[in-house]
């Protein structure tokens, strides 16, 4: 079993920046499919982007790319994600995942609480 947990969310500027960071715990993610989804207000939830157990990191959300940077850190078991040039669209609560295999995929297995991002205007 995994446990994530995320941190960094909280109030920010229109413009500015702001790092999540999804902290694993139980065993390790090095060779797990990660990633990051969001959820505004009465909205679905996206898929913004993951990461495989090599480094190779996409964002699939077209609103947020060249924007916002996914990666981790083996030896820390973390995930993070580089929020810059917030716009208000951006505030959210930001989730994040992993699966038990390498595969990339939107089918996660485990999940963090999250937490919320909101960007003032």
């Known amino acids: 079993q995994v446990q994530l947990v995320e941190s960094g969310g909280g109030l920010v500027q229109a413009g500015g920046s702001l790092r999540l960071s999804c902290a694993a715990s139980?065993?390790?993610?090095?060779?797990?499919?990660m990633g990051w989804f969001r959820q505004a207000p009465g909205k679905e939830r996206e898929f913004v982007g993951g990461i495989s157990f090599t480094g190779r990191s996409r964002i699939d959300a077209d609103s947020v790319k060249g924007r916002f940077t996914i990666s981790r850190d083996y030896a820390r078991n973390t995930e993070y994600l580089e929020m810059n040039s917030l716009k208000p669209e951006d505030t959210a609560v930001y989730y994040c995942a992993a699966s038990k295999t390498p595969i990339p995929t939107t089918n996660f297995d485990y999940w963090g609480q999250g937490t919320q991002v909101t960007v003032s205007s």
């Open positions: 139980g065993r390790s993610i090095s060779t797990s499919y």
